[in-house]
């Protein structure tokens, strides 16, 4: 099967399909006792970093479910480190910039260099799981960072409950905000426009702490910026995946950024957000993480319910609100992936 | 003046007032420094716990700006001490819990205990404060924890990214959850209702947590208790704010629970929110706690933003979206506090 035929990619551009895709967010990780046997002899970094382990841990759950694609195994935040910033992941504290962005002249001091510079051993990792996917028919995803949620992490140096520091720096220099904007622009769509060349057949981006915004700051000080993100990223010749969270309160200024495909949290039911997006797009969702971690009598019913409200529409791909949870249990993970399938399985059109 | 014709009360009954009341969640806190110099000398449980100090942290920014309210000092998750767990606020790292509730046995070992054992001291503040601020004209406001953000902290310990274990025990032991629920509404109920007693002329309910929940999970796990917490307290004789955070996709569904005022985060602007919530119920908020660290010139017209989306209709109370955050400059909480009479001025009826 040519892998613009699969259901994953027939889903981004809303063409029916055999059965409702399904993958899921950080299905590369930590709930799988494979993951755990990796990162137990290497650093985050390190297995980023060696494009044969980065492939390896990509290609770990395809192994063990039916999912519809695959999702390259990086970081969001990596790209920061080619930038400038003094990046480390530290265990049970998780990423750590040594020297974040505190001021316009820390923003006048990060360069803005290509991909083969920021994501090198990504790209080569990329290539190294595409050969092993395209000729099973299985989309590989790449992805990155929004704007503002990597530009909070550089200025907050850290996780953050209130990011004041990074509103405090977009409200009182707006200036500096918006070239540390058009900066991450310009790396992010680099990043992700060599991952397509690499061999990416799709591409999300994830603005995972924008929901700290209230939507008229969202409006002034981070739309513009995805708009022209968007607008870079239709020359990937791959659908795009416009995934934030936390941003129920606005999802149509989140939609009217851009992408083909809008990913929503779970914090609405999937039809609900549906309209709010507009049924004109693709749509991404949304399952409760947490509900992986229920017995099966409890999630079953969860899953069929997003069925229900996606009502067998093209353009549905099924997915969690947010990133699988470390303590999932893995039979669940392959409990959904089955379900979704059988229960959504058409006669071929 | 009766305290019953402060302008805040008014706008509580959505009676047309003088000038639009205005307080901040967190008004008597660390970006004080007659607050810091106390913490430097009393731990918070010290403090809390000593009703001379406690009523003088209250009325400490009452004697600095012209507010329309004050809030006692105290902490939503004292009556959890009570009730049973070991609590502890840890310098830097928040509230700790050293036996959190991780089983059903767990939950069924907690007490219930009346307001007199669970915040005999906070009650007594309340006491020493009402005897300061009545004669003023000042009502003093009462608070504690919803239900939801109560049982999250208890189960979890302590803060939480993603509630894994909270919803993990919610989904797969739904009568324990539901026993929770119903011992911290008896709780919560006579925290309010008591201090009502003692002398607290409003009460507020935080849901500071709640916006972790889907609204689907909301509405079965959340809204039933929060329901019967509002009834028990139409008891009071005071009016109550049911506040919540980060549940701006669903504040239909938060609104519906009760309360005479609700209060409303900064993600949707004011009268986007006043829609979703119903017209016929009075409104508190919503400025972006971070844009208190913003300079006069960026501040002032969101302040003014928000006070024409207010439209001058009745039963708006300024309030921020959250509380005032610690490194907040003291001269900007008197400019908005002065701006926001200034603004809003009326001829007397």
Known sequence: MALTDARFLKACRREPVDATPVWFMRQAGRYLPEYRAIRARHTMLEAINTPALAAEITLQPLARFPLDAAIIFSDIL?????????????????????????????????????????VPNTLAAIRLAAAELTPRGIPLIGFAGAPFTLASYAIEGGGSKSYARTKALMYTEPAAWTRLMTKLVTVVGDV??????????????????????????????????????????AAAGAPVINFSTGAGAYLEEVAACGGDVVGVDWRLPLDRAWEKIGLERAIQGNLE????????????PRVANILRRAGGRPGHIFNLGHGLLPETPVENVRAVADFVHEQTVRAPA
Chains 1, 2 share one sequence.
Request: charged share 20%; hydrophobic share 45%; aromatic share 8%.
């Open 289 to 300: 993480p947490a509900a992986l971690l229920a017995p099966w009598r409890e999630l079953k």
């Open 78 to 118: 990596l790209p920061l480190i080619g930038m400038g910033l003094k990046l480390d992941f530290v265990a049970g504290e998780g990423p750590q910039i040594e020297n974040p962005l505190r001021a316009p002249a820390d923003i006048d001091r990060l360069g803005a260099p290509p991909a083969e510079v920021t």
């Open 192 to 233: 992700l426009l060599q991952q397509a060349q690499a061999g990416a057949a799709a591409l999300q981006v994830f603005d995972s702490w924008v929901g700290t915004l209230g939507v008229e700051d969202y409006v002034r000080y981070v739309q513009p910026h995805n708009r022209q993100l968007y607008q870079k990223l």
